[in-house]
């Protein structure tokens, strides 16, 4: 029996006053046979065709939204639980994005009716509350136990290309095999080029749920590949067969050692306990495109490789990657602070550099951050000395932690008001003398009466 919330069976049994037969579908279904927690329940009504019926059955327990006239769906927040309520319904492609879909609502339908158009079997489960019974039309529950992700029907399932990456994002999610004859049709997706016609947005969102809800990211990065979707993704696939020199990457090639950084960052991120999603995404993107500068750079020097400036170079590919999935600016600008600087904390430990390093670098990275992915590079590797990974990192960090400049760059003692109140009138010369200033706190460890007194002496 699938356990719902107490407000959940109040609605359900309120819908079935008014002459609808509701069944919990979806997520919540699946979810309860994998005992993952649920706060996204989907209902679908059957029985009544009426949306403005429903929605005033449904303004008894709080504020109601439609969501989309033509597709019939109804949300509702209750606490800490979404619903989403919709009509029964048919759908079929009449163009090639994803808005180019007739949709027709028919209470009347079947539930197996309705579940056709459904991706997976593992998605086409319902629960009817009143019958405490499951419906189950496409086997979906044999699945789940043999874990495999199977789509329900060819013609529906190639009608929307988006679901060759959310095959890819549950069998990573869960650790799922895809059917052979799924991984075919996919395949065949791809090969059509209709993944062209997907908005960014879309993509940006599969890709999310593979990197926060994944134990080894690694598994979906593997199947991107296997399907043939890193044809759109080119700064990945040239990380395929990237040397890199033995000694310090005996795992293979650049792929490789990129595979096993993302899935130890993901450890290392479960470790720390890291829920800010934002925070956990732009890390994983961090390491995804951490070496994305070594295919233009490597080389074969007196029997050794190289890669020297690849830091560097890897910010051009990285913000051609991103921009393919988000257009988000300053999302971006924060993964290629961390691909530019993913080495330097080796490079300050091992030079043993002066505090005034460590302050100039929290101007331009997110020192935690950084080590985060700069340990997740150095773990994500076949050596035998893994032991020697922690020490940069935590060398860094503890510095960074005494200064409280972790998690934020050093904040500047003197200010254009500072300069207003000795009195000087603002004017290109204010650049100059906060530079001079902020050169003093940082090089010289002044305090702010000592800058203020040296900007005397000088200007």
Known sequence: MLT?????????????KIGATPIVVGGSVRDFFLNIP????????FGIDSLDIIQKSLEKFGSVKLVGKSFGVLTLRVNEYDFDFALPRIEKKIGNTHQDFEVITNANLSFKEAA??????????????????FLDPFDGINDLKNKIIKHINDTTFIEDSLRVYRAVQFASRFDFKIAENTKELC???????????????????????????????SIGFELLRELGLLKYFQELEVLIDCIQEPEYHPEGDVWIHTMMSLDELARILKEENIEDEYRKLYLFYGILCHDFGKPFCTKEINGKITSFKHEALGIEPTISFLSKLTNEKKFIEIVCSLVKNHLTPFQLYL?????????????????EDLCFVCLADCLGRTIKDKEKCPKATTWL???????????????????????IELGFKPSSKFKEILEFAFDLQIDENMNKEEIIKKIIEIY
Request: no cysteine; glycine share 2%; net charge neutral.
């Open 351 to 367: 030079a043993e550099s002066s505090l005034k390093a460590i302050k100039r670098l929290s101007l331009k990275v997110n020192i």
């Open 187 to 217: 395949k065949q997706i791809v090969l059509n080029d209709e993944l062209t016609y997907l908005p960014k947005e879309r993509v940006y969102e599969e890709f999310k749920k593979l990197f926060l809800k994944s134990e080894k990211p």
């Open 116 to 133: 056709i158009r459904r991706d997976f079997t593992i998605n086409a489960i319902g629960y009817d509350f009143f019958k405490q019974e």
């Open 397 to 419: 960090l503890t510095k960074a932690k005494e200064l409280d400049i972790h998690n934020e760059p050093i904040k500047q003692l003197v200010l254009g008001r500072d300069l």
């Open 38 to 45: 649920v706060k996204d329940y989907d209902i679908e009504i």
């Open 4 to 16: 719902l919330p107490k407000i959940l069976e109040d609605i359900l049994k309120d819908l079935q």
